[in-house]
């Protein structure tokens, strides 16, 4: 294949005992993984033993599962950019642009595991358990989403908007609770065919994560970002980013920024021949079947998966 997309799994896409059968098979995860378990350490995380031993309910804990999908997607780059295969671009969904950006050579592992750990930490704090909500709309456009959701801000004064703009049928929301449900009302009666609750800890993507856009500042100013060897497509602005500069100040405004995954699929099925989605589950394959049918996405989530891509 000519030309080649890496696309970083997001948020969701951990399961339990996910990285144990790469580990197993491949020495390249295994080092990936004792790296990470060796950065992670002073914050008494083993991201090895509770991804291949832990529990759904202790890798659904948003500061754990961020450096997981991270570790397990940057073990799976490194197999197979072991075994020659190249990308020309790379993009990720939220927590997956980090992944990305490793990849691409913006900041080492070291530096991300720590970074996504505080992240996902910061992003559970900063609204109170019950306050807030998400709600994945099916069935209409996500212009009409967002419009609808900016109506349900001006009547109530409450935060709602569009954080996920996934497929062309498929736009997650999030904000308070109460904004959410009633957005979910205004949606439906607008022709949403479903508005479904989603089961997270807190609403992504959205006004309420500026705490934890606030406090995890300071430490993307003082982690050292380095120009991109391949370009990262941003979730913010869907722009081919080489600059390390531009990478952190990216990674800032996504806390509470949408992801512009439409655009960002459509922008590289222009672009590039094929995709690989790297690290765990098959969530972004399944969105680029709707945004781009006839662009071809092979999926690395396990052992016996990238065995099947390497064979080709």
Request: charge should be negative.
């Amino acid at each position: 294949m000519a030309s080649l997309s890496f696309l970083f799994s997001g948020q969701g896409s951990q399961y339990a005992g996910m990285g144990r059968d790469l580990v197993a098979a491949h020495p390249e995860a295994r080092a990936v993984y004792e790296r990470a378990d060796a950065a992670l350490a002073p914050f008494g995380l083993a991201i090895s033993r509770v991804s291949f031993e832990g529990t759904d309910e202790e890798l659904k804990r948003t500061a754990v599962t961020q450096p997981a999908i991270l570790v397990h997607s940057v073990a799976v780059f490194e197999v197979l950019k072991a075994r020659g295969l190249s990308p020309t671009m790379l993009a990720g969904h939220s927590l997956g642009e980090w992944s990305a950006l490793v990849a691409a050579g913006a900041l080492s592992l070291e530096e991300a595991v720590v970074l996504v750990h505080r992240r996902g930490t910061f992003m559970q704090e900063a609204v109170p358990a019950g306050e807030g909500a998400m709600g994945a709309v099916i069935g209409l456009d996500g212009a009409l989403v967002a419009e609808a959701c900016a109506e349900v801000e001006a009547a109530t004064g409450e935060a709602v908007s569009a954080a996920n703009f996934n497929s062309p049928e498929q736009t997650v929301i999030a904000g308070t609770t109460n904004a959410v449900a009633k957005a979910g009302e205004l949606l439906r009666q607008k022709g949403a065919k479903r508005v479904l609750p989603l089961p997270v800890s807190a609403p992504f993507h959205c006004a309420l994560m500026k705490p934890a856009e606030e406090k995890l500042g300071p430490f993307l100013e003082a982690a050292p970002f380095s120009d991109l060897a391949v370009p990262v497509v941003t979730n913010v602005d869907v722009l081919a980013n080489l600059s390390g500069a531009e990478a952190r100040e990216a990674l800032r405004r996504q806390v509470c920024s949408p992801v512009r995954w439409v655009e960002t699929v459509q922008r590289l099925s222009r672009d590039t021949e094929g995709a690989i989605e790297v690290g765990p589950g098959t969530v972004l394959a399944g969105l680029a079947k709707r945004i781009a049918k006839d662009w071809p996405v092979r999926t690395t989530s396990d052992a016996e998966g990238i065995g099947k891509l390497l064979a080709g």
